[in-house]
């Protein structure tokens, strides 16, 4: 006899965010069908492979283990707080995947127990907010670059790719007030060293030789204010002098250009002083028309661990409190340069990419270790996934689909993410909420304790 159907509830959810790309696209509407997400219109592939991906944990299954054994949510807490309070140097990092909430929490922790603190991807953003700091930013929001801009430019990122509503939400097909025509009302230029799929769609694909971002960037400069080049950098660029010095009258000449630059433009010679360039050049061009600049940023919340770090402490990323206040130096506290020192007596993961994995050599460090891992992800994918097994993994839920909070998109416009589905994990909040509380009580203990041994004056 064939089994009598199982009733389903099917809800619609308009208006959800994804986060598996910069765009952070808000116009998502999600299908939900007996405690499953089984459509998601609007969202591009990446976002689709996302949402409908199995978010269904099991609800019985432990949430915390403790040196591979499963352990009550207290009691892994409660290790990871001995850690920490133990800790001579204790890194933490990580970060982007969370919502800003907790991401203030970690920083919160961090302080606490006089933790170096580190973003995902600081090696990478690292570049950028160095040239940040040196030039400052003429920045405009996506919805103006959407409405108002008749120059596009792609330096050192493929959007097609790594950003795939890009184009048709604000930068290529995108139809805005002064821009009603959407492309065609649009000149859209790519620079970088090989044809990606977005060269492929621009008006002008520029392909510049390894390693010369600068050179022609700086070039770009002087043609900007009518200096003439001395010789011909055909041979060291890869453009003719003339196509350059066409290129450097359009951006003049618009009425609203914008300079998008990816991770191509830092990973070559000159890194931080690339991205300077570029925030130069368009600083330059500001004295003819408007134009700015805007970095592509990542997956998951990259800008609002960026922003959540500055506003706590004044630095984007790498920051160190062991002397009781945040003192900053990429090159000296990124997560890679502290672990490749073997100075960090402790770390903690904090909703750790694994996307981007640690050198063998950290690895090596890592493993050496007392860790705690707090992550979103399944518990078979852990040892895979980073290459060791740390000392406590935290299971906690699915920001974006399972736990509420804020994430900023690229242009660094905030967003409020409105959960989806239900979890039998903590949020990853009250995980860190609580890991503070007893931390401080550790603390509170320990002064007691001091003060007893002195005895009365
Ligand atoms: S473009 Fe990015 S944010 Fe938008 S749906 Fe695709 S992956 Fe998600």
């Known amino acids: 006899m064939a089994s009598a159907p199982i009733p389903t509830l099917t809800m619609a959810y308009p208006n959800r965010i994804c986060n598996q790309c910069g765009c952070v696209c808000d116009d998502i509407v999600l299908t939900v069908e007996a405690g499953t997400i089984t459509h998601a219109e609007h969202a591009c592939d990446k976002g689709r492979a996302w949402f409908l991906a199995n978010h269904s944990y099991s609800a019985e299954g432990p949430k915390a283990w403790v040196k591979g054994q499963p352990f009550s949510l207290t009691a892994a807490i409660d290790t990871a ?8 140097y204790p890194l933490i990092f990580g970060l982007a995947d969370l919502p800003c909430e907790a991401q203030r929490q970690a920083v919160s922790v961090a302080d606490r127990v006089g933790a170096c603190l580190d973003t995902t991807l600081s090696d990478e953003h690292g570049a950028f907010d160095a040239a940040f700091q040196e030039v400052g930013e003429v ?8 409405n108002r801009a008749d120059l596009v430019i792609f330096w050192g990122t493929d959007p097609v790719t790594s950003h795939p509503r ?14 009603p025509r959407g492309r065609a009302d649009r000149f859209v230029v790519v620079v970088d060293v090989e044809e990606t ?5 621009a008006d002008l694909f520029l392909k510049i030789q390894k390693d010369c971002d600068f050179e022609v960037l700086w070039a770009l400069r002087g043609l900007v204010r009518g200096v003439p080049l001395r010789e011909s950098m055909q041979k060291q660029t890869g453009i003719e002098d003339k196509v350059l010095l066409e290129f450097s009258n359009r951006m003049k000449g618009c009425r609203f250009g914008i300079l998008f630059f990816g991770p191509g433009l830092c990973a070559t010679r000159g890194r931080q002083r690339n991205a300077e360039a570029a925030l130069r050049l368009v600083k330059d061009l500001n004295d003819f028309t408007r134009f700015y600049a805007k970095p592509m940023s990542g997956p998951g919340n990259v800008s609002g661990a960026e922003n959540v770090v500055c506003w706590q402490t004044g630095y984007p990323p790498s920051v160190h409190f062991g002397q009781g206040f945040p003192r900053y130096n990429l090159a000296e506290y990124s997560a890679k340069e502290v672990l490749s020192r073997g100075e960090a007596d402790a770390a903690m993961m904090v909703a750790y990419d694994p996307k981007t994995p640690f050198s063998p050599a950290a690895c090596k460090r890592l493993s050496s270790l007392p860790t705690i891992l707090l992550t979103s992800h399944t518990e078979n994918q852990l040892p895979l996934e980073i290459g060791f097994r ?19 998109r690229m242009d660094d416009t905030p967003l409020p993410l409105r959960p989806v589905l239900s979890s039998t994990r903590p949020f990853a909040l009250d995980v860190l909420t609580n890991l503070e509380k007893r931390i401080q009580e550790l603390q509170t203990q320990r002064h007691v304790a001091m003060k007893n041994e002195q005895g009365p004056r």
């Open 166 to 179: 890009h184009g048709e939400r604000f930068s290529l097909e995108a139809k805005g007030l002064f821009t």
């Open 197 to 201: 799929a977005t060269a492929k769609q």
């Open 390 to 408: 740390p000392t406590v993994i935290i299971l906690t839920a699915l920001y974006g689909i399972c736990e509420a909070g804020t994430v900023f």
């Open 139 to 146: 920045t405009c929001s996506l919805g103006e670059v959407k």
């Open 81 to 88: 707080a001995e850690i920490l309070f133990h800790a001579r």
